[in-house]
């Protein structure tokens, strides 16, 4: 019964994208990339640009490993370190 799924799982996301990505077969999860459309290209968040200027003009980093890892924090103090001094 665990397997009897006749309903398609859509992944928003690059099949290459998915770690373990040949466990999932492709007759139960269709990866169909991120869901973008023409809006995203003209579409500005000024929350995101009070963000970016943040830095004054030096270059910004962005290290995410989404919502389920956000506490490992031994991997973002490994990004500083290794961007620290730029």
């Known amino acids: 019964m665990v397997y009897n799924n006749p309903t398609p799982t859509y992944v928003y996301a690059f099949r290459s994208f998915q770690l373990g990505n ?10 169909i ?26 270059p910004v980093i962005y290290a995410s490993l989404g919502m389920i890892f956000d ?3 031994s991997f973002y103090r490994a990004v500083v370190a290794a961007f620290g001094g730029q």
Request: proline content about 3%; hydrophobic content about 35%; cysteine-free.
């Open 33 to 58: 990339a991120p869901s973008l459309d023409g809006r995203a290209a003209h579409a500005r968040d000024s929350r995101l640009d009070d963000e970016l200027n943040k830095g004054g003009g030096r």
């Open 71 to 73: 506490t490992f924090m």
């Open 22 to 31: 040949e466990a999932f077969s492709d007759e139960q999860f269709k990866f």
